[in-house]
């Protein structure tokens, strides 16, 4: 892939950008930014982006990333739940790392996942990407759980799908989202960053 296919996919992608994807983007950045900043709003603004999206996916064959929005949508307000019910005397869910038995469920949850997925598109679906699409929504999976749970970890899966993701909805022609995806590698990064020193924090106060 050359610059210059690069450039001329960006320029077609944008002139055929639909104002829902546009919709789409602005509140999936919105979300991320949130989380960053461990502001519970990152719930409402995700719902208004995952829904979306569930149409978009569906009407251009990304049938697991349809699917993972679905998911995004009850983990959302899941998540929504936890952040606002801390345990008793607590102000606010703090932000730990995960356990042995923790990371041995996200291995679980991501291997089962992308079996399941890859199995299902591979053979029922008329998918050109179905190992691709299996990965990004399995890896999704994991990092949308340890977000609703507040785990560092939640960063470093996003990272992994959103790196995926880029070169993805790229192909798919969704250059828009393509670029929303690149930039959710950078916030994520940050993220990951902030998450470490509120943990930190947390263990310093609670040692």
Not at 33 to 58: A, D, H, M, Q, R
Not at 90 to 115: C, D, H
Request: hydrophobic share 55%; with cysteine.
């Amino acid at each position: 892939m050359n610059g210059q296919y690069m450039v001329d996919g960006l320029v077609s992608g944008l002139q055929g950008m639909s104002w829902l994807e546009a919709v789409a983007v602005f509140f999936g950045l919105a979300s991320v930014y949130y989380s960053i900043k461990e502001n519970i709003l990152v719930f409402p603004t995700g719902i208004i982006s995952t829904l979306i999206y569930v149409w978009i996916c569906l009407q251009i064959g990304l049938y697991a990333d349809m699917g993972i929005n679905a998911y995004y949508f009850s983990m959302s307000i899941f998540g929504w739940y936890v952040w606002s019910h801390p345990k008793p005397g607590k102000t606010a869910v703090p932000v730990t790392w995960m356990n042995a038995r923790e990371i041995l469920q996200s291995l679980a949850l991501f291997l089962l996942g992308y079996g399941v997925l890859f199995y299902l598109l591979r053979y029922y679906t008329d998918s050109d990407v179905p190992r691709w699409d299996s990965f990004t929504t399995a890896s999704a999976f994991v990092g949308m759980w340890l977000m609703a749970k507040k785990k560092v970890e939640n960063w470093i899966a996003w990272i992994i799908t959103d790196l995926v993701s880029v070169p993805l909805y790229f192909y798919k022609g969704l250059i828009l989202t393509s670029l929303q995806f690149f930039v959710f590698t950078v916030l994520a990064v940050m993220g990951l960053i902030a998450w470490i020193r509120a943990a930190q924090k947390y263990e310093e106060v609670n040692v």
